[in-house]
């Protein structure tokens, strides 16, 4: 070695006295050569040792390269990791929200409804609307026209929808549902009718007003309630999730609200029904139905042909006064405003109508509030303030007396509701008895 191109050599420990003996002799002969002995007590020390060993920085990609053996299945597994967290990122971001076809929320865009999916995405759009529907949609206490409801409990929501034109009289009585892909899926138009007042009546002016999705023992439901002459009569119509029409309830006046909700817990919805009966005097009237036995008709004098008996559960005649007898309407509405398992508020609505300089129609109300338990028994009655200064405007007029005791007034009020018992009504809680009829056969059959 000494005489070779190297300038170290690594020996045994054990050696190194012998081999620097030798060493020395050797440079007396040649003192222009060197020669470096470096000792090692075992080979583990080898790579601890700097003058042995020569570090160098590797780059990024020379230390690529130079680990890839060791490490390459560590690596090609955590960069398809991040390959596939990427791709789950775009698909989530940009391909799932395109492919997503369930419509979970609607709105008005421009001039038609449009139904979004859950990311925000529009993946449907109605044909374009009339100023009508439009106006209804955006009026705070609107009618039902668009409902979007799993029908066949397909994981996908249908989409039920009303539309009205005072040029196409087929259309106003017309239900569409529409799958989840926009395509048609069944259509259901309303019968004509019957003349129910004569000359007055106009069989062909039909408009479905509003509608309801409801849960029974069949399964979805859906409830429509349609106009006949614009406003009364009304029926009230089931129809099956297939678009099959099931029955109909007749009402010889306006109902302005249904509201399906199950009172008793028992998995079914029973329905709730506020309105008027033009035969009673124009009365606000509450309606309470097993949303099994929907059909017949309501108390009055003036009935469809071949029309049964009303099922309805319960039927509630609430009374009018003296306000109400002196405004330009002459009607009381009532309205369901809340509704649980305990507690049920109705108000009459008793209007008074004027025109102004401008020719625009001006409405004042009257109210009276009613609270009713799960059992429909009435537990209180209120006035409104308004209704309170109009009475007594009407006591400065001359046309009604002066009320001594309000309390005695509006627990005069309270018994005077009256209910359906079947033939007749009378002022203390009952249940319809041809409804209760029609149960007794059914738990015998059974």
Request: hydrophobic share 35%; aromatic share 12%.
């Amino acid at each position: 070695v000494f005489f070779s191109r190297f300038k170290k050599l690594i020996i045994p420990e054990d050696n190194i006295v012998e081999a620097k003996e030798l060493l020395n002799v050797l440079q007396k002969n040649y003192p222009g050569r060197k020669l470096e002995l470096i000792p090692l007590a075992g080979y583990k020390s080898l790579f601890q040792n700097l003058d042995i060993v020569e570090v160098r920085e590797l780059k990024f990609k020379d230390k690529l390269k130079a680990n890839y053996g060791r490490y390459h299945s560590i690596a090609n597994t955590v960069f398809s990791i991040i390959i596939l967290i990427i791709l789950i990122v775009i698909a989530a971001k940009f391909l799932i929200p395109l492919l997503d076809r369930n419509p979970i929320r609607f709105g008005i865009q421009g001039d038609r409804y449009v139904a979004y999916n859950e990311y925000g995405k529009s993946i449907w759009e109605s044909k374009i609307l009339s100023e009508q529907d439009i106006g209804i949609f955006n009026n705070v206490e609107r009618e039902k026209r668009i409902i979007l409801s799993d029908l066949d409990n397909d994981g996908y929501n249908d989409i039920l929808l009303l539309l009205s034109d005072e040029k196409n009289k087929i259309l106003n009585r017309t239900l569409f549902c529409y799958n989840h892909d926009g395509n048609l899926k069944w259509k259901t138009v309303v019968p004509k009718h019957d003349s129910l007042y004569g000359n007055d009546y106009c069989p062909d002016d039909i408009l479905i007003a509003m509608m309801s999705v409801i849960n029974s023992n069949k399964g979805k439901e859906i409830i429509i309630n349609y106009r006949i002459c614009l406003m009364f009569p009304n029926f009230t119509m089931k129809i099956s999730s297939k678009g099959k029409i099931i029955s109909e309830f007749y009402n010889p006046g306006s109902i302005d609200k249904i509201v399906n909700y199950d009172i008793d817990n028992d998995g079914k919805d029973e329905l709730f029904f506020s309105g008027i009966n033009n035969d009673f005097d124009k009365s606000g009237t509450l309606m309470l139905f097993d949303s099994e036995y929907l059909s017949g008709c309501a108390p009055g004098y003036r009935f469809p042909q071949n029309c049964s008996k009303g099922l309805m559960k319960y039927y509630i005649l609430f009374p009018k006064t003296g306000v109400g007898k002196f405004t330009t309407n002459g009607s009381s509405y009532a309205r369901l405003v809340e509704l649980t398992s305990e507690r049920i508020v109705v108000i009459i609505r008793e209007i008074d109508g004027y025109t102004d300089l401008k020719n625009k129609r001006h409405y004042q109300e009257y109210i009276t509030l009613y609270t009713l338990d799960g059992s429909l028994n009435v537990l209180n009655v209120e006035t409104s303030s308004e209704f309170d200064a109009k009475y007594q405007m009407l006591v400065n007029e001359g046309k009604l007396k002066p009320i001594e005791n309000w309390k005695e007034f509006k627990a005069k009020l309270k018994n005077n509701v009256q209910w359906w018992d079947g033939d007749r009504f009378v002022n203390h809680p009952v249940m319809n008895k041809y409804y209760q009829k029609v149960i007794s056969q059914k738990t015998a059959i059974n």
